[in-house]
T-cell receptor, first 113, second 114 residues
Framework: EAQVTQNPRYLITVTGKKLTVTCSQN?????MSWYRQDPGLGLRQIYY???????DKGDVPEGYKVSRKEKRNFPLILESPSPNQTSLYFC????????????FGPGTRLTVL | AQSVTQLDSQVPVFEEAPVELRCNYS??????LFWYVQYPNQGLQLLLK??????LVESINGFEAEFNKSQTSFHLRKPSVHISDTAEYFC????????????FGIGTKLQVIP
């Protein structure tokens, strides 16, 4: 089954404790992206990647890191999480940038205390 | 820079009544337009999209949207809603050229009342 998977789905952590949210897609998509969803703000892009070893900042990259060492994986790293990073996070992938749809993962709900 | 405005954060509507969810965009270049739907506790799914050609696009479950370039709008409509349409709907825009960064609206929660 073609899908985007994220782990963990739920995470409660404390300020300053490094964490990684994994994202994997099995559709051989070139383009991957991370978003955060907050009430009243919709989805905002954190980082995106156009291919292996090619990443760039989205609208709200502060406090986050990403890497793209393999085509299928695009982990999101929070080196020192803070309470304002409490949010619902989505990973997405698409085959190209030419007006194609994005396929979204199920989401990761992160709470930073 | 592009932007998307969804004026209605919540839209309650009775079952079998028609509904329109409004979306306006701003961009200095040609655009691609999308509507995504998010059911409770799920990720987003593409509902329909406009890339070029006919300005009226339809989804498989009865929704339609019309691209209006002069009014920079892409409103989503359905003539008769069902309980199962209860969800949050996101309008999105990307520039039709180069790297198409996608910008999402804040979402509209459609609540279908029995």
């Amino acid at each position: 089954e073609a899908q985007v998977t994220q782990n963990p789905r739920y995470l409660i952590t404390v300020t300053g404790k490094k964490l990684t949210v994994t994202c994997s897609q099995n559709m051989n998509h070139e383009y991957m992206s991370w978003y955060r969803q907050d009430p009243g703000l919709g989805l905002r892009q954190i980082y995106y990647s156009m291919n292996v070893e090619v990443t760039d900042k989205g609208d709200v990259p502060e406090g986050y890191k990403v890497s793209r060492k393999e085509k299928r994986n695009f982990p999101l790293i929070l080196e020192s999480p803070s309470p304002n990073q409490t949010s619902l996070y989505f990973c997405a992938s698409s085959p190209s940038l030419q007006g194609t749809e994005q396929f979204f993962g199920p989401g990761t709900r992160l709470t930073v205390l | 820079a592009q932007s998307v405005t969804q004026l209605d954060s919540q839209v309650p509507v009775f079952e079998e009544a028609p509904v329109e969810l409004r979306c306006n965009y701003s961009s200095s270049v040609s655009v691609y337009l999308f509507w995504y739907v998010q059911y409770p506790n799920q990720g987003l799914q593409l509902l329909l999209k406009y890339l070029s050609g006919s300005t009226l696009v339809e989804s498989i479950n009865g929704f339609e949207a019309e691209f209006n370039k002069s009014q920079t709008s892409f409103h989503l409509r359905k003539p008769s809603v069902h309980i199962s349409d209860t969800a949050e709907y996101f309008c999105a825009v990307s520039d039709a050229g180069g790297y198409q960064k996608v910008t999402f609206g804040i979402g509209t929660k459609l609540q279908v009342i029995p």
